[in-house]
């Protein structure tokens, strides 16, 4: 599908580099999904966070940041609120692997998590589990991803992401909320960006197992009856693009569908134990409730 955007449309530019490290995340496409946004909205939603990779591209004059799992949003407002802080969070558990096993300490961290789910831990979980994958048992919420093989970046390496990462979220809110309740919040004229688990490949994942893609459909046709933009990412195709995902997408809600390529899924390797990827291409679909 070619399409001719017009200055209605803007260019946005990612950061460089990842705060967290997050299966799923948007880093490398957020410029490509970010070009289909309008610039003439009000308020920026982000009601399932995560990595924050399209919120921080579009750095807006006006955002709210929002996820169900507190643990994150945590993370998130100790940046706005208190930058130095959450240096000082990612360092005192960094700090630990200095002659240490790294997958004991590892697992002594998230066994202290999994004991009190809690920001600074979470945030240590992030970066060095396996492909940032949080995974969790769905019968006691345990986290249960292993230690990854990666070695965890520096502090001084994780400090100036988090100077530039303030900065572009500098008028960002961060609240603790199920998507529904923003919904609630957005007004005519706002605009939001959904980055829920997908149907077919997050299962595993947190929130995953309670998310229904049938009950935001709802809620992004209510949003288009109040004149409030959606934009939805979403399952797309897999398999080098031989297999379309089969999706409950309503008719007449949505106006444009976009396919974006995000190249090999990191949760793929997990789930095949680290087999070739070759054939394992993977294409979003990105789904607008409004007109080019």
């Not at 994150?72 to 208190?82: C, F, H």
């Not at 100036?160 to 572009?168: D, E, I, S």
């Not at 605009?191 to 229904?212: E, K, T």
């Not at 007449?252 to 390797?269: A, D, P, Q, W």
Request: a neutral charge; charged letters at 25%.
């Amino acid at each position: 599908m070619q399409l001719t955007l017009d200055s209605k449309f803007a260019t946005y530019t990612p950061p460089k580099s990842q705060l967290l490290k997050w299966v799923g995340n948007k880093q490398r496409f957020a410029s490509q999904i970010a070009r289909f946004f309008p610039i003439d909205f009000n308020t920026f939603y982000e009601p399932f966070l995560g990595s924050g990779a399209v919120m921080a591209t579009v750095a807006p004059n006006m955002g709210v940041g929002s996820d169900t799992f507190l643990p994150l949003i945590e993370i998130w407002q100790k940046l706005k609120s208190d930058p130095n802080g959450l240096i000082d969070w990612y360092a005192e558990n960094r700090n630990k692997l200095d002659g240490e096993n790294k997958v004991e300490v590892y697992e002594s961290i998230k066994a202290a998590f999994n004991a009190k789910h809690n920001g600074k831990d979470f945030l240590f979980l992030t970066r060095s589990c396996y492909g940032g994958i949080v995974r969790f048992r769905k019968s006691d919420g345990y986290m249960s991803t292993p230690c990854g093989p990666h070695t965890p970046i520096s502090v001084q390496s994780f400090a100036q992401r988090v100077k530039n990462w303030q900065g572009r979220m500098k008028n960002v809110n961060f609240i603790h909320a199920d998507y529904k309740d923003i919904f609630e919040l957005a007004k005519e004229g706002d605009l939001i960006y959904c980055d829920p688990p997908y149907s077919h490949s997050q299962g595993i994942l947190y929130g995953a197992q309670s998310f229904r893609l049938e009950d935001l459909f709802i809620e992004i046709e209510k949003a288009k009856n109040k004149g409030i933009r959606v934009a939805l990412s979403i399952d797309g195709s897999k398999k080098s693009g031989n297999y379309l995902c089969d999706l409950p997408i309503p008719e007449n809600v949505f106006e444009e569908e976009i396919f974006v390529s995000v190249g090999r899924s990191m949760l793929r390797r997990f789930q095949m134990e680290g087999q070739t990827l070759e054939k394992e291409l993977v294409s979003d679909r990105l789904l607008l409730n409004y007109s080019l």
